[in-house]
Every structure is written in structure tokens, then in C-alpha cells.
T-cell receptor
Framework: RKEVEQDPGPFNVPEGATVAFNCTYSNSASQSFFWYRQDCRKEPKLLMSVYSSGNEDGRFTAQLNRASQYISLLIRDSKLSDSATYLC????????????FGGGTRLMVKP | DVKVTQSSRYLVKRTGEKVFLECVQD?????MFWYRQDPGLGLRLIYF???????EKGDIPEGYSVSREKKERFSLILESASTNQTSMYLC??????????????FGPGTRLTVL
């Protein structure tokens, strides 16, 4: 079983749609959680951290469920520019800031 | 803005060659990382370093070595390149965990092809 699992997609949605991605992680000792975005042929970039209380940044909402060990990302009012691969990322309790990446979920927003 | 640069965007080498991939960051970050990214496998950590001259193995260190002689520079070395090392290589840097702004910042990647 992979440490961090995501549905690879692709998710094909029309502009303006709401789309949600889930991610599950296997290490219950994981401490921190993130969503990174990766555009085609580009490097990953931090989209948002995920806090236990849930957090929102504009059209993006992230939730964490520690009991069930899953993380979600909700995108409202999808834009064409949201088309990318979204990486679920987990950090354990380690001093080296080592991250474990999910395989990514590909989103394609269509006009 | 944090800037992480990698020496090459594209590299083509032959089997058995020694390959050096260089990474430089300009934000005085303590931690630096080398990953490879392959379709269906995601990003996998090869090596990381949390200080000058310090290195730790990641998940897939076999066939690789690293060097960190200066804080801003982290090199990945393929002693004898093989075709299964054809991949996208990504370097990243970060502050220690728990500090504000401790996310990892990535370089643009080096797409290495080994023939």
C-alpha cells in the first residue's frame, strides 16, 4: 500500500464547476499536510497547507480528517487556469522536513 | 522570492557515464533535497541534506550519491548512469520544519535521458 494515495484522474470538469479531491495517508504519526500544484512540465509549488480545523484560501478549501486519515481539497468556481496536477503531501514527525508525495490528481477544466 | 536553480533543464548521457546534477538555492535554507519523478510513481526522495557536509538517504538512494560542500549548493551524482535512471530530477530546499515558511521550494527540474 502506498503511503499517500490519490485518485490519478483525470477529472474533467466545465468552467464554474466545483470539484473535490481526496487523499488518504497510511502513517498515523504524520504531522503536517499540504497540497502542492504542478503544472505540465513545471515544478511543484505549494498551494496551501492543511490545518486540523480546515482552512480556506479564496476558491480553495482544504480539510483534514485525522481519525480517517484523509485530506481533501475543494475547488469552487473552477477556472481554466486551475488545470494542473494536484499533489497531496504529508510530513511525518522528522527533523529533516522530509515529505511523502501522493501520485497526484490531474484536473482538466474545460470551457 | 526563493529561487532554486538547477544546472540543466535537459541532459542526454550514455550508459556508464558519470553524471553531475547541480542545484543552488539563494535563501540560506538549511535543508536540501533531491527527488526523481516518474509517471505513475510520483516524486520519490533520493537523498537529502540538513546541513553542510551532512547527508541522509531517502527512499531510493541506490545508484546515486550526493555532495554538499556549501550551504547553497547540493549536487546529485550518478556514478555510472544506467537507462533506468532516465527520469525528471527535482531539487528542493526548505527551512527546518516548524519554522514559518517551511514549505519546500522546488527547482525547475532536469530531464535526464540515459541512452
Amino acid at each position: 500500500r502506498k503511503e499517500v494515495e490519490q485518485d490519478p484522474g483525470p477529472f474533467n470538469v466545465p468552467e464554474g464547476a466545483t470539484v473535490a479531491f481526496n487523499c488518504t495517508y497510511s502513517n498515523s504519526a504524520s504531522q503536517s499536510f499540504f497540497w502542492y500544484r504542478q503544472d505540465c512540465r513545471k515544478e511543484p509549488k505549494l498551494l496551501m497547507s492543511v490545518y486540523s480545523s480546515g482552512n480556506e484560501d479564496g476558491r480553495f478549501t482544504a480539510q483534514l480528517n485525522r481519525a480517517s486519515q484523509y485530506i481533501s481539497l475543494l475547488i469552487r468556481d473552477s477556472k481554466l487556469s486551475d488545470s494542473a496536477t494536484y499533489l497531496c503531501v504529508v510530513r511525518g514527525n522528522n527533523a529533516g522536513n522530509m515529505l511523502t508525495f501522493g501520485g497526484g490528481t490531474r484536473l482538466m477544466v474545460k470551457p | 522570492d526563493v529561487k532554486v536553480t538547477q544546472s540543466s533543464r535537459y541532459l542526454v548521457k550514455r550508459t556508464g557515464e558519470k553524471v553531475f546534477l547541480e542545484c543552488v538555492q539563494d535563501m540560506d535554507h538549511e535543508n536540501m533535497f533531491w527527488y526523481r519523478q516518474d509517471p505513475g510513481l510520483g516524486l520519490r526522495l533520493i537523498y537529502f541534506s540538513y546541513d553542510v557536509k551532512m547527508k541522509e538517504k531517502g527512499d531510493i538512494p541506490e545508484g546515486y550519491s550526493v555532495s554538499r560542500e556549501k550551504k547553497e549548493r547540493f549536487s546529485l551524482i550518478l556514478e555510472s548512469a544506467s537507462t533506468n535512471q532516465t527520469s525528471m530530477y527535482l531539487c528542493a530546499s526548505s527551512r527546518p520544519p516548524g519554522l514559518a515558511g517551511d514549505e519546500q521550494f522546488f527547482g525547475p527540474g532536469t530531464r535526464l535521458t540515459v541512452l
